[in-house]
């Protein structure tokens, strides 16, 4: 497998070593061994599927407390993965990475607890596979606006209007969540 690293400390790319031929592929998308191996020794509790239209952009999301490690990927689509850290005191505050995840390269998001999430579907019928390292709890969760100026997040928008849930564009911006909590 493949690690590609950020600038950002926590954030992987991962590309599974995929094993094809005329009747199709075979990867391991999860290893705890080898995932340990790079930094990913996590016990995940939750596993969740999301499908999204072209267009849908989803967060930045996050629980606090009980953060959540997300270990994603996309099984049909495409997607613009964004992680942003939001814990206190790390030198990246506010920072973001981000990856083009696809179904046809078959790469993995690593995004660490103390994270943000969010993601915009570039393609119909986008599958969004999460890994998570703690249950969802709804008493805990919050939101920053995905469109935030201060986060200056590099969303490809080029001919898509995004689709935004009322709860997401109702979300604080950076600045107004990290004053209030």
Same mark, same amino acid.
Request: hydrophobic share 40%; aromatic share 12%.
């Given at each position: 497998? $493949?690690?590609?690293?950020?600038?950002?400390?926590?954030?992987?790319?991962?590309?599974?070593?995929?094993?094809?031929? &005329?009747?199709?592929?075979?990867?391991?998308?999860?290893?705890?061994? !080898?995932?340990?191996? /790079?930094?990913?020794?996590?016990?995940?509790?939750?596993?969740?599927? +999301?499908?999204?239209? $072209?267009? #849908?952009?989803?967060?930045?999301?996050?629980?606090?407390?009980?953060?959540? =490690? $997300?270990? #994603?990927?996309? +099984?049909? =689509?495409? &997607?613009?993965?964004?992680?942003?850290?939001?814990?206190?005191?790390?030198?990246?505050?506010?920072?973001?990475?981000?990856?083009?995840?696809?179904?046809?390269?078959?790469?993995?998001?690593?995004?660490?607890?103390?994270? !943000?999430?969010?993601?915009?579907?570039?393609?119909?019928?986008?599958?969004?596979?999460? $890994?998570?390292?703690?249950?969802?709890?709804?008493?805990?969760? =919050?939101? /920053?606006?995905?469109?935030?100026?201060?986060?200056? /997040?590099?969303?490809?928008?080029?001919? /898509?209007?995004?689709?935004? +849930?009322?709860?997401?564009?109702? !979300?604080? +911006?950076?600045?107004?969540?990290? !004053? =209030?909590?």
């Amino acid at each position: 497998m $493949k690690v590609n690293r950020f600038a950002l400390e926590g954030p992987l790319e991962i590309e599974p070593r995929k094993f094809g031929d &005329a009747r199709g592929f075979f990867l391991e998308s999860w290893s705890r061994r !080898a995932f340990a191996e /790079i930094g990913i020794d996590q016990d995940f509790v939750q596993d969740n599927h +999301s499908r999204s239209a $072209k267009g #849908v952009l989803r967060g930045l999301h996050f629980q606090d407390p009980m953060p959540q =490690g $997300k270990l #994603v990927r996309v +099984s049909s =689509g495409r &997607a613009w993965d964004v992680a942003v850290d939001i814990r206190r005191g790390s030198p990246s505050f506010g920072q973001w990475a981000a990856v083009e995840l696809s179904a046809e390269r078959c790469n993995l998001f690593w995004v660490p607890p103390g994270f !943000a999430h969010g993601f915009l579907s570039l393609a119909d019928d986008t599958d969004f596979l999460y $890994k998570c390292t703690d249950y969802y709890a709804l008493e805990h969760e =919050g939101a /920053i606006r995905w469109d935030d100026p201060d986060l200056a /997040i590099a969303w490809p928008l080029e001919g /898509i209007v995004p689709q935004v +849930s009322a709860k997401d564009e109702r !979300a604080p +911006s950076f600045r107004e969540w990290s !004053a =209030g909590s």
